[in-house]
């Protein structure tokens, strides 16, 4: 990792422990860590400049999230995904996701739908692959919002965290991006109509698309 955590921490703007969580989380969500490896407190904390008391309560929270394991004899390591688990977090998610846009769809405004379709356009002429998966959360994230439920938002996103690194993976090599834009429109446009059961149709044949793309390409 490169040891640039100091200048991070100084133009972030929480609290110490959720800056090192988010600098942390990024770098698994982007691979810099991958799978399997042992996060040395002691030598973060270095780099951090940062109290080991900062540090472990960050890993709590990433452990919280999935994202980091604690082990015996071992400490900290970043978690692994399996075909299993993924299948199950897209199982979960599907049923938190559909009642989420049940909820929203009654209170969505031209402006959250003008805004969802920004997302997308971005998305559109977004050159990095490492931002897709972060459009596409966004896209989702302004549509939920609509639900006024903060709780099973946040729920949503960390499901959505523990299967990130692997999106931006599979969205990259398995050039997936173009389909899924054509089924985040249609989504967009059904939430646009009011349409609450077309709506859902999309939304689980876009996670269904997904979760399958991703176990082929995990197994």
């Not at 800056?19 to 407190?41: C, D, F, H, Y």
């Not at 459009?135 to 919002?145: D, K, M």
């Not at 931006?168 to 446009?189: F, G, I, P, V």
Request: proline share 2%; hydrophobic share 40%.
């Amino acid at each position: 990792m490169k040891n640039n955590f100091t200048g991070q921490i100084k133009t972030a703007y929480r609290t110490l422990p959720g800056m090192i969580t988010n600098i942390l989380r990024e770098a698994i969500l982007s691979g810099e860590l991958s799978g399997g490896v042992q996060l040395k407190q002691e030598e973060l904390a270095t780099k951090f400049g940062v109290s080991m008391s900062a540090l472990r309560e960050a890993l709590k929270s990433l452990e919280a999230e999935g994202l980091v394991r604690f082990y015996p004899n071992r400490g900290a390591v970043v978690s692994e995904l399996s075909v299993a688990e993924a299948q199950e977090i897209f199982d979960i998610r599907l049923f938190l996701e559909l009642g989420a846009l049940e909820l929203a769809i009654p209170n969505l405004t031209e402006d959250v739908l003008a805004e969802a379709d920004e997302i997308l356009k971005k998305a559109d002429e977004e050159t990095q692959s490492n931002h897709w998966s972060e459009l596409n959360w966004q896209f989702h994230e302004t549509l939920y919002r609509s639900a006024n439920r903060p709780k099973l938002l946040a729920m949503i996103q960390n499901l959505h965290n523990n299967v990130e690194r692997y999106m931006r993976l599979y969205l990259t090599t398995m050039h997936y991006q173009t389909k899924s834009q054509e089924e985040h429109r249609a989504l967009l446009n059904a939430c646009a109509q009011g349409n609450i059961k077309g709506a859902q149709k999309i939304l689980r044949k876009h996670m269904a698309d997904a979760s399958n793309n991703l176990i082929e390409y995990l197994s």
